[in-house]
């Protein structure tokens, strides 16, 4: 049985940090192309980050310079380093899974793309 375990939310300030990992069970995350994804209450589902299995990365705009997505396939496990967190990052982050078919710029912001997912994570920005 394929899953994904997202952790590491929470509630910081605003500049603050915090680091989610996404851990398979049931398949090998390098072989895939892992995205984070999130969700705040009344918005549609957007691509954060991906990373290929030949690790190439993508990264949508408004996180750019602030957030690093990085793959430990020791662990299988992806991480989301988020700095300089802002009240506008609040959403529930998930991670997903899915065959990579084209290039992570192409994929990353549709979540179609992406068959397995993770149950998410609440990160909350608040002063």
């Known amino acids: ?3 994904l375990v997202e ?3 929470g509630l910081v300030q605003p500049g603050g940090s915090l680091r989610l990992s ?3 069970f049931g398949f090998t995350l ?4 892992i995205g984070w994804f999130r969700q705040a209450p009344g918005k549609e589902r957007e691509g954060v980050s991906c ?3 030949s690790d190439g990365t993508y990264y949508t705009d408004s ?3 602030r957030f690093t997505i990085s793959r430990d396939n020791a662990k299988n496990t992806v991480h989301l380093e988020m700095n300089s967190l802002k009240l506008e990052d609040t959403a529930v982050y998930y991670c997903a899974a899915g065959i990579l ?3 992570v710029e192409f994929m990353c912001p549709t979540r179609r793309y992406f068959g397995s997912w993770g149950q998410g994570t609440q990160v909350t920005i608040s002063s």
């Open 1 to 3: 049985q394929l899953q």
């Open 7 to 9: 952790s590491g939310g």
């Open 22 to 24: 996404c851990v398979a």
């Open 30 to 33: 390098e072989h895939f192309i």
């Open 51 to 53: 990373i290929s299995h």
């Open 63 to 65: 996180v750019k310079g």
């Open 101 to 103: 078919t084209s290039t």
